[in-house]
């Protein structure tokens, strides 16, 4: 454990919900460090208190990283161990410490991983998607425009994708993905795993967004949201739509044959539109 590996950098997983998903190395390397570096010191100082840990802690967060490594560093190479966590899951998914992992390293330090939770994983657990092979995305641009535009890019990928997206942004997001992608293609959100409200809604994207833009309620807590790659199935339905396309083409200016191609088989409409 950390006291006879003085001058590591431990990089530890913490809970993403339900406090007690934690292991037992975890919680005796978070005791025995000098001092844990946590992306919300106020966030994390209940869960520590739970399986008591009286560590000390110091914030390490994406607006003060670049003050803190270099300190954190020193203390490392003069023989001190430090703990990384960020608020929930595994640490640098999506959140803080690559700088510091990467200052670490380049000084010598030796970095190791405590595994534990990750809502990316645990979603692509339930998700009864495909995973033998996946992308993890993140989180999407904020803006319409980026977002959109990112996902044109992600239309013909064939790996599962997994997104996270904040709760005021992820009925935007879901009418987004089924724009870009059909709304036949196989969806999964994941919300609050592991918390009292947990809920996994597996349907294709045209409905799930729909359900989701008319219940308040699954538009709030952590999501995750997963959709399946573009398969042998969506090749067909891009096939068929640009077969009713060309027909509709003669009768229709592009954007309304698009839409309507799009109706009719389920196909992307700026794929469409775009052929």
């Not at 994406?62 to 430090?82: I, P, Y």
């Not at 359900?211 to 068929?240: K, S, Y």
Request: hydrophobic residues 45%; negative net charge; charged residues 25%.
């Amino acid at each position: 454990m950390p006291s006879s590996q003085s001058g590591s950098l431990w990089v530890v997983a913490t809970p993403i919900g339900h406090r007690d998903d934690i292991s037992a190395r975890a919680i005796q390397t978070l005791r025995e460090v000098a001092v844990i570096a946590a992306e919300d010191t106020r966030h994390s100082r209940p869960l520590l208190q739970h399986h008591g840990i009286g560590t000390p802690l110091v914030a390490l967060h994406e607006h003060n990283e670049r003050e803190v490594v270099d300190g954190l560093v020193r203390r490392m190479t003069e023989g001190e161990s430090v703990a990384l966590i960020s608020d929930a899951g595994t640490p640098l998914i999506s959140d803080p410490g690559f700088r510091l992992v990467r200052a670490a390293r380049a000084a010598g330090v030796r970095c190791i991983p405590v595994p534990g939770a990750c809502a990316a994983i645990a979603a692509l657990s339930v998700a009864g998607l495909p995973s033998d092979r996946f992308v993890f995305e993140g989180f999407l641009p904020p803006k319409a425009a980026a977002r959109r535009a990112r996902l044109q890019e992600l239309a013909g990928e064939g790996r599962t994708l997994i997104f996270y997206e904040s709760s005021h942004r992820v009925a935007e997001s879901l009418a987004d993905m089924r724009d870009a992608f059909g709304a036949q293609r196989e969806a999964v959100l994941a919300r609050e795993l592991t918390k009292l409200f947990e809920t996994v809604l597996g349907e294709p994207l045209g409905e799930l967004a729909a359900r989701v833009a008319a219940d308040p309620d699954q538009q709030r807590g952590e999501c995750v949201v997963l959709v399946a790659g573009r398969g042998e199935e969506a090749d067909a339905r891009l096939a068929e739509g640009e077969r009713v396309f060309a027909i509709l083409r003669g009768e229709l200016p592009p954007a309304k044959a698009a839409k309507l191609a799009a109706a009719i088989s389920g196909a992307p409409r700026k794929l469409l539109y775009e052929a």
